[in-house]
Antibody, heavy 115, light 107 residues
Framework: QVQLVQSGAEVKKPGASVKVSCKAS????????IHWVRQAPGQGLEWMGY????????KYAQKFQDRVTMTSDTSISTAYMELRRLRSDDTGMYFC????????WGQGTTVIVSS | SSELTQDPAVSVALGQTVTITCQGD??????GSWFQQKPGQAPVLVLF???IRPSGIPDRFSGSTSGNTASLTITGAQAQDEADYYC??????????FGGGTKLTVL
């Protein structure tokens, strides 16, 4: 079945970077962009951006433009989201979802930023 | 503006009908989508396009759009429908935006 499986929880110190992975299975990875969505504790969903596995093209939300990099490795059907210069307000759940209407979501990756 | 506005909370009596709305300029141009999220879980797509339900979504969920407002209607709300609901729409410059979410309580 179609699945997106994300990497495990991360605990980082302020100023560090985090890289979350999202492995796709059950469908054609190439041709379907992967979006990343963040949810702070008790808050709503926030679109961060997407990456096209075909060519690596990306589009980022302005808020994250200077701190985020989204990439993909088609050989292993995996997308990545790296967030740099972490702050405490980056603490939250990070989800990947495929572009087909965002019909399938990963299970989420908890990122905690704390000194 | 790419913002989408939702009421923070709505309640409905068990078995009754409830409508959750989402307002935004982008809805005049693009269809919205609706997601249901229960505590500790990933969002689930419940409606997209012009009132299309993904496989497995009960037909008590329906949608419509008028002007700058998209609506999600649950006809005969069930206890398991209690959740947060988010609208989503394409924004300017090939970006995407979510509404702030509506917490639905089934009484």
């Amino acid at each position: 079945q179609v699945q997106l499986v994300q990497s495990g929880a991360e605990v980082k110190k302020p100023g560090a970077s985090v890289k979350v992975s999202c492995k796709a299975s059950g469908y054609r990875f190439i041709g379907n962009p992967i979006h990343w969505v963040r949810q702070a504790p008790g808050q709503g969903l926030e679109w961060m951006g997407y990456v096209h596995p075909d060519n690596g093209d990306t589009k980022y939300a302005q808020k994250f433009q200077d701190r985020v990099t989204m990439t993909s490795d088609t050989s292993i059907s995996t997308a990545y989201m790296e967030l740099r210069r972490l702050r405490s307000d980056d603490t939250g759940m990070y989800f990947c979802t495929r572009d087909m209407g965002m019909d399938v979501w990963g299970q989420g990756t908890t990122v905690i930023v704390s000194s | 503006s790419s913002e989408l506005t939702q009421d923070p909370a709505v309640s409905v009596a068990l078995g009754q009908t409830v409508t959750i709305t989402c307002q935004g300029d982008s809805l005049r141009t693009y269809y919205g989508s609706w997601f249901q999220q229960k505590p500790g879980q990933a969002p689930v797509l419940v409606l997209f396009g012009e009132n299309i339900r993904p496989s497995g979504i009960p037909d008590r969920f329906s949608g419509s759009t008028s002007g700058n407002t998209a609506s999600l209607t649950i006809t005969g709300a069930q206890a398991q429908d209690e959740a947060d609901y988010y609208c989503k729409c394409r924004g300017a410059g090939d970006t995407w935006v979510f509404g702030g979410g509506t917490k639905l309580t089934v009484l």
